[in-house]
């Protein structure tokens, strides 16, 4: 079967740095998204990997390894702001986004 | 960057009525759409795909009769629920992908739909 696996919940400080992982099990691979979802709205595109290694944006990075089936995105320099729901989705043989449950993240002053 | 517009943003009506929502993809064409619903806390739920020009695709458990779709351009799809009842009181989003498959999904600000 295919399945996204990611922390429910994380919690960091602002300022500091987090690491929020995703392990993924599909048919067939052509990459990983991930997006940011506030309470109330709807997600919003953060990054697409689908070679291995690290796409790096702004305060926020993403890296994959293939052959772990596992991605991260790390997120610099937290602000409240970012306190949100993660995503992480990856693309199936069939272009089939199979969406990971999202991990809370709670960033406190 | 790439814009979905969808609309309304929310609805508040009686159980019975049947509401109509649209999806617009704002600058680039969009020949797959996506519709999800998401109650509270918990995680999207793809509900059906839809292929421009063609039937949608509907996950098990998703009543077809129950929530028509229609992808009839490639910028425009809609989703009606029918004869709509709390238990369809949920926040509805569509989203929307150009022609190249491996392309993200944009999102539209969702449609809250409550049904009294």
């Known amino acids: 079967g295919q399945n996204i696996d990611q922390p429910t919940e994380m919690t960091a400080t602002e300022g500091a740095i987090v690491q929020i992982n995703c392990t993924y099990q599909t048919s067939g691979f052509n990459g990983l998204f991930w997006y940011q979802q506030h309470a109330g709205e709807a997600p919003t595109f953060l990054s697409y990997n689908v070679l291995d290694g690290l796409e790096e944006k702004g305060r926020f990075s993403s890296f994959l390894s293939r052959s772990k089936g596992y991605s991260y995105l790390l997120l610099k320099e937290l602000q409240m702001k970012d306190s949100a729901s993660y995503l992480c989705?990856?693309?199936?043989?069939?272009?089939?986004?199979?969406w990971g449950a999202g991990t809370k993240l709670i960033i406190k002053p | 960057g790439a814009v979905v517009s969808q609309h309304p943003s929310w609805v508040i009506c009686k159980s019975g009525t049947s509401v109509k929502i649209e999806c617009r993809s704002l600058d680039f064409q969009a020949t797959t759409m996506f519709w999800y619903r998401q109650f509270p806390k918990q995680s999207l739920m793809l509900m059906a795909t839809s292929n421009e020009g063609s039937k949608a695709t509907y996950e098990q458990g998703v009543e077809k009769d129950k929530f028509l779709i229609n992808h009839a351009s490639l910028t425009l799809s809609t989703l009606t629920v029918t004869s709509a009842h709390p238990e369809d009181s949920s926040f509805y989003i569509c989203?929307?992908?150009?022609?190249?498959?491996?392309?993200?999904?944009?999102f539209g600000d969702g449609t809250r739909l409550s049904i009294l």
């Open positions: 989203s929307a992908r150009s022609l190249q498959e491996n392309q993200p999904q944009h």
């Open positions: 989705a990856g693309l199936d043989s069939n272009y089939q986004l199979i």
